[in-house]
């Protein structure tokens, strides 16, 4: 007899089952802000870290980017005493940490793809509700908080309700200027920042599997925004092709067994959700949820409830007003949903022989020490410096603003991160979400463009500039 | 982690829905490295807009969707510190729900339409032995996992739990453990 047809997520699922309801966890991300009060823990209930091979720390959501190299060097006292607190947890427990002024920093769910230590078929946990990101290469990965930390500290194994099952899937292919940003935006906007709370979701279908390694990282980056437990997409050659010869991949790689990590044909899940591709537009977000998006063409809606009526209100919107015309102060070009390289050679492109507008003041902070390092080979640094962009280093920064990166009271932003909360980036900022290429874009215009049809003239180079 | 059995009393009413844990707790509060204190700093932000108005009952009822975004257990320290012992919704977000049971702290999803009701009241009681809201005179059952009840009811830590399964834990590692990267010969 066949068996049963299973899913991706089945299978990851059943093959970390160590007892109904507890999984274990192959690689445990650990960072400053949500493991401080877990070390505590296990150092009163005399526990050690169960297995600090399977586990990785870094600096990365209140460090300076102005290149500090040394924790010592952070200015604001509670910062530099928590990345201080991590460093000597880690020393403490044998984990390793690549903290500030290391080669490897960076956002955690930056440096877990770009060292190789996220591979396919992989349980990943990390006390940050990012973690789906992971899963973009046919891992399942879980955001979890701090009292988990500390379980998976101590037994590297995890409790869970088994999660129910999504997938949604996309037929067609972006259109020009449609990035993976738009796709999961869109999505968003489809299925609402409930739809998919409870779920694993499985992200299929031709759009996805044309995406670049990089943009399916954005997609189920963004799965939590959806409530969603955790994002997947099938591995394929997209995912071998990164992964050959990065530091922690495999050699060879084990290409049989990730090979079948799919959903087996007629496999059953309990939702299934179809989005049409070819129909989705450049997004902008224009309220607080990042569910409250609607393509750049569009005008700000007519607010339905009193969440979106107090959105609109907090955003100092009003209904019909045309996205266009919706007038920016800050650009931030970074965060764990797009600050990888092919992000910002992507905005780079856009911004190449242009300068930011005289009213907006723009950032550009790449997710890990390697990616600015690559970027500035590539000379991306030099182009955006020359366009009137701050080059910064790398850390979370103006995502969550918990570094000295945050808007100013009635600032308003157009962002590549992942959240538009009140509040998020700065008390009283406003937060416009994005892709990478539609902020570089509003960047120079000091407003929101169409970049299907937005090519204004570029100034020739200064001789000599490269 | 203490016992959850009855929660009885006057009710605080936040009547929202999607409220993220950056309002419950903002990130200039995550600095901090010990798990107590957040109480004070709870809703931060909106505890400045005129009009605000949320007493430290034991009991909370809220919109849809709460806890939703970030997954800063920071939310649930700040809830529980202000003296909120348990929380009622139509749902609440995924993380923030479970981070709740890790410390004690139950949240309660009742029906859209019972928690507009339990709004207009004043008091209430949670039973979580019996799985019921009572007030107005009536009882409203609610759903939790029945591993997650015993383990409230009982005031039970989960890191012991789980050592309890340490057999099948060390049978895993020695038979069926994933070869994957090592992280500390990087």
């Known amino acids: 007899m066949a068996a049963e047809p299973t899913t991706l997520f089945d299978k990851i699922w059943a093959a970390h089952e160590v007892a109904p309801g507890l999984l274990y966890i192959d690689l445990h991300l650990v960072h400053e802000v949500t493991s401080p009060q877990a070390f505590d823990a296990l150092r009163i209930a005399g526990r050690k870290v169960r297995r600090p091979d399977r586990t990785l720390a870094t600096a990365d959501h209140n460090v300076p980017t102005d290149g500090s190299s040394r924790a010592a060097q ?110 999961i935006l869109g999505t968003l906007g489809q299925i609402g920042v409930e739809g998919g ?98 393509p ?84 991306l640094d030099e182009v955006f410096r020359r366009a009137g962009f701050d080059w910064r280093s790398a850390g979370c920064s103006m995502c969550l603003g918990m570094n000295p990166d945050i808007l100013a009271p009635g600032e308003r932003c157009a962002s590549t991160s992942n959240r538009n909360f009140e509040g998020r980036q700065g008390r009283g900022g406003r937060s416009h979400l994005v892709s990478p290429e539609m902020a570089a874009a509003a960047a120079i215009e000091g407003r929101f463009v169409d970049i299907r049809d937005w090519e204004p003239a570029r100034e020739p180079e200064p001789a000599g500039a490269r | 982690m203490d016992r959850v059995d009855k929660i009885r009393g006057p009710i605080s009413v936040l009547n929202r829905s999607d409220v993220d844990t950056d309002q419950i707790i903002p990130k200039q509060f995550l600095k901090r490295v010990e798990r107590t204190g957040f109480g004070e700093f709870l809703f931060y932000d909106w505890a400045k807009e005129p009009g605000w108005d949320l007493d430290p009952n034991e009991i909370l009822v809220t919109g849809r969707n709460f806890g939703c975004g970030s997954s800063r257990e920071h939310a649930p320290w700040a809830l529980q510190d202000y003296g909120f012992k348990a929380l009622v919704a139509p749902s609440f977000a995924d993380i923030f729900y479970s981070n709740c049971t890790k410390i004690g702290m139950l949240p309660v999803p009742l029906p859209e339409e019972e928690v507009h009701a339990l709004m207009a009241v004043a008091e209430a009681e949670i039973d979580l032995e019996d799985e019921v809201v009572r007030f107005a005179g009536r009882e409203v059952p609610f759903e939790i996992d029945p591993d997650l009840r015993h383990r409230l009811l009982n005031g039970l830590d989960d890191i012991g739990i789980t050592l309890q399964s340490g057999e099948a834990l060390e049978r895993y590692e020695a038979e069926r453990e994933r070869a994957g990267p090592v992280t500390t010969s990087l």
């Open chain 1, 74 to 183: 952070i200015l604001d006292q509670l910062s530099r005493v928590q990345v201080e607190t991590l460093e000597r947890n880690c020393a403490e427990f044998g984990v390793p940490i690549y903290s500030l002024g290391s080669e490897r920093q960076g956002i955690v769910h930056v440096i877990g793809p770009e060292l190789g230590v996220t591979q396919p078929g992989m349980t990943i946990v990390c006390g940050d509700s990012h973690t789906a990101t992971h899963g973009a290469m046919g891992a399942l990965s879980f955001g979890i908080g701090t009292s988990e930390v500390e379980h998976v500290l101590a037994t590297q194994t995890l409790r869970q309700t088994r999660p129910r099952s999504m997938r949604i899937s996309y037929s067609g292919a972006l259109g020009f200027g449609v990035t993976a940003k738009d796709l």
């Open chain 1, 197 to 294: 709370a409870g779920y694993a979701i499985e992200f299929a279908g031709e759009a996805i599997e044309r995406l670049t390694m990089e943009g399916r990282l954005t997609v189920c980056n963004m799965t939590i925004e959806g409530g969603g437990r955790a994002g997947m997409i099938a591995p394929d050659e997209t995912t071998f092709e990164w992964l050959r010869g990065r530091p922690a991949a495999p050699d060879p790689l084990p290409l049989e067994s990730w090979r079948a990590l799919r959903t087996d044909e007629g496999a059953r899940f309990d939702r299934e959700v179809h989005v049409d591709a070819n129909a989705l537009s450049p997004q902008v977000t224009w309220g607080t949820t990042p569910g409250m998006v609607a």
């Open chain 1, 296 to 379: 750049v063409t569009d005008a700000v809606p007519e607010p339905r409830t009193p969440g979106e009526e107090r959105a609109l209100d907090y955003m100092a919107l009003e209904a019909g007003v045309p996205i266009e015309e919706i007038a920016l102060d800050r650009v931030f070009i970074g965060s764990c949903t797009n600050s990888r390289i092919g992000d910002l050679r992507a905005a780079a492109a856009m911004v190449e022989g242009r300068r930011v507008a005289p009213s907006v003041q723009a950032m550009v902070v790449p997710g890990s020490a390697n990616v600015k390092l690559q970027a500035e080979r590539e000379g």
